[in-house]
């Protein structure tokens, strides 16, 4: 695997960016309509997305203030943003404020390497929390600003990084948060190319495994079933569910990248 970009400082840099960037776009949008749709989030309004980041602030923090890799117990985000975490629309930016210099302010304190709990199948550290705030906030901004019809791809380096992510974080974790199909066999090979990054994942229906591209150690015949080719950006949306797979170059039985799909 290729594209391991990524540390604390990267990660927070990439976050300031992106926080700011995002609440541009929401003031703009909740200045003219708080209802505004937002196209890559079905059934959401602007309104709806600014309210579901600040929670998601929250929860960010609650997990790494705790110094403790136990299961805190939570009930999913998927059930949705609480009323607690939902002010009006001339309240909402200044909710959100607080709780992004929060964040930022709590992460930049932290050393990566002290404990804290997460959901995936790897070490329970600050550090998951520092990458995984910065692409949280990568997809949520190209969010807003879609919903403005003015989009700009997430950096290519905080992209590929993403898609490792996707990789290595979302797809092991599986459960809810793989979308996809989990009967596809086969190997994916995808290319980064505006950056050079690369991956190669093997399918094994229920399992997957990350291959490393420089050696692929694995016991199967180690050609790909399919192979795309896009921007970081486009791939790392891709996999997110936020555009179709037809934004990408692709050879091979596109059918396998449809079980990378998370959220």
């Known amino acids: 695997m290729s594209g391991r970009h990524g540390g604390k400082d990267f990660w927070l840099g990439a976050l300031k960016t992106e926080v700011a960037d995002f609440r541009a776009a929401a003031v703009e949008a909740l ?15 602007m309104l709806d997305l600014v309210h579901h980041v600040t929670y998601v602030y929250d929860r960010f923090l609650s997990h790494v203030s705790r110094g403790v890799t136990s299961d805190p117990g939570l009930a999913p985000i998927s059930e949705g943003t609480p009323p607690s975490h939902r002010p009006d629309a001339d309240s909402a930016i200044a909710f959100f404020d607080e709780r992004a210099e929060r964040l930022l302010t709590t992460l930049a304190a932290l050393d990566p390497d002290m404990p804290a709990w997460n959901w995936a199948p790897q070490a329970k550290k600050v550090a998951f929390w520092q990458r995984r705030g910065a692409l949280e906030m990568a997809v949520h901004r190209w969010d807003a600003e879609m919903a403005l019809a003015r989009a700009e791809p997430v950096e290519e380096k905080l992209a590929s990084d993403g898609v490792s992510e996707v990789l290595d974080t979302w797809l092991p974790a599986g459960g809810s948060r793989r979308l996809g199909p989990t009967d596809r066999f086969g190997v994916v090979h995808l290319l980064a190319d505006d950056i050079g990054d690369e991956w190669f994942v093997r399918l094994r229906g229920p399992g997957i495994a990350l291959l490393d591209t420089g050696t692929l150690l694995d016991g199967d015949d180690p050609n790909a079933r399919v192979a795309a080719s896009g921007s970081a950006s486009d791939l790392l949306l891709t996999l997110f569910g936020r555009v179709d797979f037809d934004v990408l170059d692709i050879d091979g039985d596109e059918t396998l990248l449809e079980a990378l799909r998370v959220g």
Do not use: E, H, M
């Not at 200045?31 to 059934?43: E, K, L, N, R």
């Open 31 to 45: 200045a003219a309509d708080p209802a505004i749709p937002v196209p890559s989030c079905p059934g959401w309004t």
